[in-house]
T-cell receptor
Framework: ETGVTQSPTHLIKTRGQQVTLRCSSQ?????VSWYQQALGQGPQFIFQ???????GRGNFPPRFSGLQFPNYSSELNVNALELDDSALYLC????????????FGDGTRLSIL | GENVEQHPSTLSVQEGDSAVIKCTYS??????FPWYKQELGKGPQLIID?????GEKKDQRIAVTLNKTAKHFSLHITETQPEDSAVYFC?????????????FGRGTQLTVWP
């Protein structure tokens, strides 16, 4: 069984640029959630995708957007990068359902200069 | 929305001792409570979870207890080993959320000294 994989592992960008992060869900999982983890903090929910549609969003601006593909993999796009966007971005996959456990990848460390 | 508080922020124990991490939540509708272990440079790894219809769950050296009335839940690690050293996060998810959105605590840095 293949776990959640994310790419790239590290990324350095400058303010105002755009970035795309990628996630392959665990085999058999149809739902992908994205989280932002600032240094020394717990993960914060960005949004979730199910059946290729955004299925809810946390307190993040519209410049954070995403996609889910028919094979359940997903992308997170961030436009107009700001210094505060520097964080670890985590993808979690699960089966659809309130009580289904979420399994995380190792994340993409994004640094904004 | 849900608010999860976690204590302590750091915890140091001697190998073989027990470690306890406590969390409280604010939304009485929350019904699923996972615990994650995060090692340096890795993503959070699910180690145990509990649902609101259960008061306690155990898996080898790890146990979780839930008090719905007081809205708090705890992680207990017995016979700690140096490889238990990591950051531990508690989380909560509310019954009304079809998203399965998790609300996390701020984490506990556990250090186990040999």
């Amino acid at each position: 069984e293949t776990g959640v994989t994310q790419s790239p592992t590290h990324l350095i960008k400058t303010r105002g640029q755009q970035v795309t992060l990628r996630c392959s869900s665990q085999s058999g999982h149809n739902t992908v959630s994205w989280y932002q983890q600032a240094l020394g903090q717990g993960p914060q929910f960005i949004f979730q995708y199910y059946r290729e549609e955004e299925n809810g969003r946390g307190n993040f601006p519209p410049r954070f957007s995403g996609l889910q593909f028919p094979n359940y993999s997903s992308e997170l796009n961030v436009n107009a990068l700001e210094l505060d966007d520097s964080a670890l971005y985590l993808c979690a996959s699960s089966l659809r359902g309130v009580e289904q456990p979420q399994h995380f990848g190792d994340g993409t460390r994004l640094s904004i200069l | 929305g849900e608010n999860v508080e976690q204590h302590p922020s750091t915890l140091s124990v001697q190998e073989g001792d027990s470690a306890v991490i406590k969390c409280t939540y604010s939304d009485s509708a929350s019904n699923y409570f996972p615990w994650y272990k995060q090692e340096l440079g890795k993503g959070p790894q699910l180690i145990i979870d509990i649902r609101s219809n259960v008061g306690e769950k155990k898996d080898q050296r790890i146990a979780v207890t839930l008090n719905k009335t007081a809205k708090h839940f705890s992680l207990h690690i017995t016979e700690t080993q140096p490889e238990d050293s990591a950051v531990y996060f508690c989380a909560a998810r509310d019954r009304g959320s079809t998203l399965g959105r998790l609300y996390f605590g701020r984490g506990t840095q556990l250090t186990v000294w040999p």
